[in-house]
């Protein structure tokens, strides 16, 4: 079952702070498939990526060092000297190959369905925010601002804009990207409520104090702020400042503006429905970076189109990709176990425990639409979801059943009861709805309303789970039909709110929002994450609660009173989730020994890893002679012990 089951075309949230260090199903074993690993990580050190002219290299020395320019003391300001995130014993070059089941519909960085997963990961590797977060100690770190100061009443930030940060083009980055940025997020023909609301509705217009400082004031206090303020990815101005929301979404849908990142996609490297390739700049201005050292080693990341997911399992399998997210359990427990290429050594299987809290998954219920408008009628649909017999019958018991939508986490709700599996309970329930009579074909009618459910999903591999889940309505008097659609379309479908039950999964964040997913403001806006139309009094009072509470207990604790309201109204039937990243890679790249840090995600790997040579050579020798090579623990679990992650958002 997959862990992820949407995760190529949904992002956590557009709202978690974007740190530069970034933060796809079995094999019969034979000797072709110990041989067969492609070289893809065997690059020459050299870029494609161009150096351009930086203007001001150094900064513009026009402006005064008190405004920030060359020769800022940062006296008075706040800033965080960061060692090494990455490991020191990476080195530069060589390519990684991944893959993503579908092209989606723009590649844009903003705007109406722009939040997916592959959009979501340029934005990290291509663009920059403010600030960033130190993925091993959630603390505040310089990106495109070196310092920042916030007032003593939390309202009113000021940043100070590094003078050494350039956009790819060459161009200064100064305070009007950040203003330009805000413009067009702040442009309703974006048709971006959720980013809107979250970020520049509850912020005046940016000040441009000085060419390299900028000051923002907020409208409420929120503790969310700074988090979603500094976290901004930020574009450049000198293509923006003059473009509607809507001219940008027009102008910007499968191209790219300037960024500041250390990697940038060529247009050359855009291959509509087949790959898209991103370079490492040899002109990063923030490559020195104390921070940065061991980071972005890859010469090349690259991503094909693989369609079905078996086939791209395969192909992993074979060497035709080097590293893959495997979220199908069978895969993981039966054919990876009888291939020969991980027998050996060379094809690794690994699950790491990371303190990154665990996303959700289940079937969303739009609850504007009968007969699930009802929540008894939800509550019998929770009962009809044998979870235990698909666990043990499909999954191997990888998986660990839901009953919050802040699992692992200080917000997870204790006292929630699973909903279990009980045909007598949903046939009460059902009948308590006022469905009591029966078709010819057992079918419950109600006023000449049969009892019929489409549920639509986006992955083939589900259908053996909801083939279990339609007898067992059957059973009661549901018919539950069965509708697979690819990606793009179930991702438009529910964007639109054109569907009734639907197969979906969340990312999570260490900073939760959950007025995106779960206030009635958003239900009915177009764009927004709120697909279901929830609308709960009592959830809309403890989310306005929670966004002015600054004390963190007190916010968990807001949770947690939310998490039962929303777990009570039966909005998802929910599924399970894996608690660890479970991926499979080529023994060829080298890594630190936790293999991803503290709060890291398996697409860390991009950033963190690096081409080893020598390990490389090892591999090709050891396929050749048939050889073995020492086979790494699948499990790593580096920070094992009690502590508990920051929190959870769905």
């Known amino acids: 079952m997959s862990s992820h089951r949407f995760w190529p075309w949904i992002s956590a949230l557009l709202l978690i702070v974007t740190w530069t260090t970034f933060c796809v199903v079995g094999c019969v074993p034979s000797s072709r498939q110990l041989s067969n690993s492609t070289d893809s990580s065997s690059a ?28 800022f003391t940062g006296d008075g300001w706040m800033t965080h000297v960061s060692g090494p995130i990455g490991d020191p014993r990476a080195v530069k070059g060589g390519v990684i190959l991944s893959s993503f089941p579908s092209w989606p519909d723009n590649l844009r960085m903003y705007g109406i369905r722009s939040n997916t997963w592959l959009n979501s990961l340029i934005r990290r590797l291509c663009h920059e925010s403010l600030l960033s977060i130190h993925p091993g100690t959630l603390e505040f770190i310089p990106g495109l601002a070196s310092h920042w100061k916030i007032s003593d009443d939390k309202m009113t930030f000021t940043f100070r804009i590094n003078p050494k940060a350039h956009w790819s083009d060459g161009k200064a980055v100064t305070a009007e990207d950040f203003i330009a940025t805000y413009r067009l997020i702040a442009d309703d023909t974006l048709l971006a409520p959720m980013v809107k609301e979250s970020i520049v509705s509850n912020m005046d217009e940016p000040v441009p104090v000085s060419k390299y400082i900028v000051e923002v004031t907020c409208k409420e206090k929120d503790w969310r702020n700074f988090i ?128 990154f809290p665990r996303g959700i998954q289940g079937q969303a219920v739009n609850t504007r639409v009968s007969p699930l408008n009802d929540v008894g009628v939800r509550k019998a649909m929770a009962h009809l979801f044998d979870r235990k017999t698909m666990l043990e019958k499909f999954a191997y018991n990888e998986y660990e059943p839901l009953k919050s939508y802040f699992p692992g986490s200080d917000a997870q709700n204790f006292d929630n009861v699973l909903v279990e599996y009980d045909l007598s309970k949903a046939a009460a329930l059902l009948a308590d709805a006022g469905w009591t009579e029966r078709g010819g074909d057992g079918i419950l009618v109600r006023s000449g309303e049969r009892l019929t459910v489409t549920l639509t ?70 764009g927004s994450n709120n697909f279901i139309g929830f609308n709960n009094l009592e959830a ?76 490389r050579e090892v591999l090709k020798q050891a396929q050749r002679q048939g050889t073995r090579l020492s086979v790494p623990p699948i499990e790593v679990k580096p920070w094992s012990g009690k502590e508990q992650v920051a929190s959870a958002n769905h």
């Open 457 to 526: 999903y986006a992955s083939d591999g589900l259908e053996k789970y909801f083939t279990v889940y339609q007898e067992a309505c059957k059973q009661v008097g549901v018919e539950l039909k069965l509708q697979l659609l690819d990606p793009a379309t179930h991702w438009n479908n529910l964007q639109d709110r054109k569907f009734q039950f639907a197969g979906m999964a969340w990312g999570a964040s260490l900073f939760p929002h959950p007025r995106s997913n779960w206030h009635s403001s958003m239900a009915d806006r177009i």
């Open 44 to 71: 020459k050190n050299t870029s494609t990526s161009p150096t351009v002219k930086l203007e001001f290299p150094e900064g513009d020395s026009s402006v005064p060092a008190e405004l920030g320019g060359p020769g």
């Open 540 to 615: 809309d009072q403890l989310i306005e609660q929670y966004d002015k509470e600054f004390d963190l207990a007190k916010r968990n604790e807001l949770l947690r009173q939310l998490d039962a309201v929303i777990f009570n109204e039966h909005a998802y039937i929910l599924d399970w989730y894996l608690p660890c990243e479970r991926f499979i890679y080529w023994n060829k790249f080298g890594m630190p020994d936790t293999v991803l840090l503290k709060y890291h995600e398996w697409e860390d790997a991009f950033v963190l890893w690096w081409s080893d040579s020598e390990k």
């Open 228 to 355: 979603a303020i500094s976290g901004m990815t930020v574009l450049p101005a000198h293509e923006i400042a003059n473009l509607t929301g809507e001219a940008y979404l027009e102008q910007y849908n499968f191209k790219y503006t300037a960024g500041t990142g250390p990697y940038v996609v060529h247009p050359k490297d855009i291959k509509t429905d087949e790959s898209i390739t991103l370079s490492r700049r040899r002109d990063y201005w923030a490559a020195d970076e104390p921070a940065h050292q061991g980071l972005y080693n890859f010469e090349k990341i690259r991503f094909v189109v693989i369609r079905d997911s078996r086939l791209a399992f395969d192909k992993a399998c074979k060497g035709e990709l080097d590293l893959y997210l495997v979220n199908t359990a069978k895969w993981w427990v039966e054919d990876l176990s009888e291939l020969a290429a991980v027998d050996h050594g060379y094809l690794v299987r690994r699950k790491v425990y990371t303190k």
